[in-house]
């Protein structure tokens, strides 16, 4: 399930040859993006006093790390659940349709990099019920 994924790296690998920076770097970039939206996301629901702790700390957890480091599209799917995450939280406070579908393509685009990224819009749902934020 994780076509996607190697589809990006062949075009990759085709544009700028096999070497293990072309592996590597889009993960980097893409835990970097995960450590912003992590600090988005505690600034938006915590104030700017946790928001930017949040956002430097994130990078430091071993698993981010790991994945930071590994030619694999985990950091790809971690930044593609992180910024709909924040998007949800924008939305939930403004809502429009625009949003939604944004909300909706990004985790379908998480999904197809990794098919346990779905079981973030279970979690994103169950808090949305919990929270009182949506109406049933």
Excluded: D, K, N
């Amino acid at each position: 399930m994780h076509a996607l994924y190697y589809t990006l790296m062949h075009g990759l690998f085709r544009l700028f040859g096999g070497e293990l920076l072309t592996l590597r770097l889009p993960s980097v970039v893409a835990m970097s993006l995960a450590a912003a939206g992590v600090g988005l996301l505690g600034h938006r629901l915590a104030g700017p006093r946790f928001g930017l702790p949040a956002g430097l700390v994130f990078p430091l957890t071993p698993q981010s790390q790991l994945y930071t480091q590994e030619g694999r599209s985990y950091a790809m799917v971690c930044a593609l659940v992180t910024w709909p995450t924040y998007l949800l939280v924008r939305t939930v406070a403004r809502r429009s349709r625009g949003r939604w579908c944004a909300y909706g393509l990004a985790m379908l685009l998480a999904g197809l990099l990794h098919e346990f990224a779905i079981l973030a819009v279970a979690a994103h749902g169950v808090t949305l019920l919990v929270s009182g934020s949506l109406a049933v």
